[in-house]
């Protein structure tokens, strides 16, 4: 099991920009993957992008252009860049590396 921790969360106005980290306590790159999720209010959680081990990355539509991600194996430390960020972006944002999950860290973007 992975001990996963989000941080990097905050509140912006639209067009704003925020960086996102997801530490594992473990060597979370043994994984195939490494997703970022989002969760708005009252919604579903759904997959943003990923990011492979070899370094091969997946864009869910909304964010493709606007948000980068990215990991350092040195540190255990995968990276969500979230830029031109929108209204539409506000969530809890979570890690997952197989069936474990960080506790989330909540964005807030605002006019």
């Known amino acids: 099991q992975v001990q996963l921790v989000e941080s990097g969360g905050g509140s912006v106005e639209t067009g704003g920009s925020l960086r996102l980290s997801c530490t594992g306590s473990?060597?979370?790159?043994?994984?195939?993957?490494v997703g970022w999720y989002r969760q708005p209010p009252g919604g579903q959680r759904k997959l943003v992008a990923h990011?492979?081990?070899?370094?091969?990355?997946f864009y869910t539509d909304s964010v493709k252009g606007r948000f980068t991600v990215s990991q350092d194996i040195a540190k255990n430390t995968v990276y969500l860049q979230m830029d031109s960020l929108q209204l539409s972006d506000t969530a809890d944002y979570y890690c997952?590396?197989?069936?474990?999950w960080g506790q989330g860290t909540q964005v807030s973007v605002s006019e």
């Open positions: 997952r590396v197989g069936a474990d």
């Open positions: 473990g060597n979370i790159f043994n994984r195939d993957v």
């Open positions: 990011i492979s081990t070899q370094g091969s990355t």
